[in-house]
């Protein structure tokens, strides 16, 4: 399997992961439980080894009960998985930073994360999380968002202390830009070694993508398939569906590959990792093998040439005082 050599502990870090994004089904606890889990282990299975989790998504406790299924059935070994969750916006303070990435762990029953990545770049108001969990992005009622002079700085040097206390192998950042991420390496004593975007044809973030492999930051890409994952939740933009555009579906004809394969290989071919996820047993296999061939030069150009600057996951959509990608 193909992988990415981190620049600091030169841990491997999987080309292709499954995302635990919305990996939930159903109103009901049980439904949503035994649905994740299940998931996650049958993804096992199929070869996956990198998982992308995070507390906002609220299925840490399912996701690592497939895990663990799959340790004890002896289809994998904790040290072949790579591991991936996040901190959420409510705990960048320093006296909940290290509280709640120790919750975390016990949720999903491991020792250690193999990647703790800031979540977003934005510092809201602590809610316990014996009384909400996860707290998500509002306050008690709902609808408002409380925010918090929390400064990075402060954020990322607790971060460094998971590292230390080998809570956590990696760190790095997500849902930042070029001027955020020059800043935190202005003090930085462990340096940022992943950063998490969403990276698609229609949003390509070019500048951003060559600021860090010039920094030896590795790249995951989320949202792949552009609008795919958001339409369920009314927030495509009236986007056309990338599965389904004209250049998309013509190089998947002449690879003889799916549509999903063409745009993960966008992306794979050029050292970026990507966190598909399905809950189809052939999908997900296909979305694994989306390595097995390669695109032409003009390929990937044709591919980028759909760039149309469209962000999907913006927190400004939230509040107008969220625009952390103004």
């Given amino acids: 399997m193909a992988s990415i050599a981190l620049a600091r502990t030169g841990q ?3 080309l292709v992961g ?3 994004w919305k990996v939930t089904l ?3 606890a049980e439904v949503t439980k035994s649905t994740c889990a299940d998931t996650v282990y049958n993804a096992i299975k199929a070869g996956y080894r990198l998982f992308d989790g995070a507390g906002d998504y609220g299925n840490e406790k399912e996701a690592g009960e497939g895990v663990r299924r799959a340790l004890k059935d002896g289809l994998v070994k904790r040290e072949e998985l790579f591991i991936t969750s996040k901190l959420w916006n409510t705990f960048h303070a320093k006296e909940h930073v290290k509280d709640i990435a120790t919750k975390q762990l016990g949720l999903w029953g491991i020792e250690y994360f193999d990647l703790f990545l800031v979540h977003f770049p934005i510092s809201l108001k602590y ?8 707290p998500e992005w509002f306050g008690a009622d709902g609808k408002t968002v409380h925010l918090q002079d929390t400064p990075m700085q402060e954020t990322w040097q607790v971060m460094e202390e998971l590292v230390d206390a080998g809570l956590t192998k990696n760190i790095g950042l997500s849902n930042c830009q070029g001027s955020l991420i020059l800043d935190v390496l202005r003090y930085a004593r462990i340096k940022p070694q992943v950063l998490q975007i969403e990276l698609h044809p229609y949003l390509t973030q070019e500048h951003l993508v060559d600021l860090a492999k010039t920094l030896d930051i590795a790249i995951t890409g989320y949202s792949s398939f552009g609008p795919q994952s958001y339409i369920e939740l009314n ?13 998309v579906t013509s190089l998947a004809k002449q690879h003889n590959k799916t549509t999903a394969q063409i745009l993960l290989r966008w992306a794979t071919q050029r050292g970026i990792a990507v966190v598909p996820k399905s809950n189809n047993p ?4 296909q979305n694994l093998d989306s390595e097995s061939f390669d695109l ?3 390929e990937i150009k044709a591919l980028s040439s759909l760039n149309c600057n469209l962000r999907l996951n913006d927190p400004q959509d939230i509040d107008g005082r969220l625009g952390i990608f103004a």
């Fill in 12 to 14: 491997k870090m999987p």
């Fill in 18 to 20: 499954f995302g635990l």
């Fill in 26 to 28: 159903g109103l009901c």
């Fill in 127 to 134: 809610v316990d999380p014996s009384e909400r969990y996860p």
């Fill in 235 to 247: 927030m495509d933009r009236g986007a056309g569906s990338l599965l389904a555009h004209d250049v």
């Fill in 282 to 285: 052939q999908r997900l296999i």
């Fill in 296 to 298: 032409k030069p003009e």
